[in-house]
């Protein structure tokens, strides 16, 4: 399964409000998915139709924080619920979006921000680009960004080495 995700970094006047998660699932897969949840097969996903999909095929990423791993001063942030959860078909392809609330209040001084996004089972490829990457309502903040490798959530018999985004954001 190959996941194209796009990430905006929602920001306030406090700081980092939330995440907000699209994923574009490759066509062979929304196929698969769609062919058990699409039941009146019309192309759209009515309310009962997404209900079903987000219990069947989302809920359950709970236990990998539903693909994003954020660390916060070098805290570990546990991603404990989303918000706003949706599926659609554009395309032939079925896209998910929803929200990761992520409370980070900015200070005089910089805090750290870590986040990345990958599925440490290997069952999904997960794929985060720079140019994916959006970050909204930051102009009250002073916001540095930067990607780089974070070797320490290596993954897959550590042979696989996700990308991470470093944030630091201060008043």
């Not at 990430?7 to 062919?35: P, V, Y």
């Not at 759209?44 to 001063?73: C, H, P, R, W």
């Not at 921000?113 to 440490?120: E, K």
Request: hydrophobic share 35%; charged share 30%.
């Amino acid at each position: 399964m190959f996941i194209d995700c796009k990430l905006t970094l929602e920001f306030d006047n406090k700081g980092l409000a939330c995440l907000q998660h699209t994923w574009h699932f490759d066509r062979m897969s929304s196929s698969m998915i769609l062919s058990d949840f699409d039941k009146d097969g019309n192309g759209n996903l009515d309310k009962k139709e997404v209900a079903s999909l987000k219990k069947a095929m989302f809920d359950n990423l709970k236990k990998q924080n539903y693909f994003t791993y954020i660390g916060i001063d070098n805290q570990r942030f546990e991603v404990k619920h989303i918000q706003g959860f949706n599926a659609k078909i554009t395309d032939k392809k079925l896209i998910y979006e929803f929200t990761v609330p992520c409370r980070v209040n900015a200070t005089d001084s910089y805090k750290k921000v870590r986040i990345s996004l990958f599925d440490p089972t290997y069952y999904s490829q997960v794929k985060l680009s720079k140019d994916d990457l959006k970050l909204q309502g930051k102009d009250a903040l002073t916001v540095k960004m930067q990607m780089s490798k974070a070797p320490d959530l290596a993954y897959y018999h550590d042979r696989i080495v996700p990308r991470a985004f470093s944030l630091r954001i201060k008043k």
